[in-house]
């Protein structure tokens, strides 16, 4: 699916079974809430932090999808085309970065390391 096909799915999803737009207010709210969803499940399964109960039969995937349905309704409600928006990211980040982390010595070496120990 291209993500023109995914910002039709989703607006198509939204006027059939959701009935509406969340608000762009309350859109973001919820996306906080999905970021914060995929936070918790990846310090549990590559962190230090124990599962809970209900933490149990959580997937990632699913976790991201849930971020990247929200940020699709919020395009939508916008205005924006998130295949030009991406196209014109990526462009901007190759210019801006085209050595900048190719020359970082924190990148260099034990990719492993912690952040810290860089």
Known sequence: MTLDQAQATVDEWIT???VRYFSELTNMAILTEEVGEVARLIARQYGEQSFKESDKG???GDELADV???VICLANQTGVNLT???ARNLAKKTQRDATRHRDNPKLAGDSTA???DL
Do not use: N, W
Request: hydrophobic content about 45%; overall charge negative; glycine content about 6%.
């Open 84 to 86: 030009d928006a991406l």
């Open 16 to 18: 059939t079974t959701g």
């Open 114 to 116: 912690p952040a810290s």
């Open 58 to 60: 959580r997937e990632l």
């Open 68 to 70: 990247l349905f929200v």
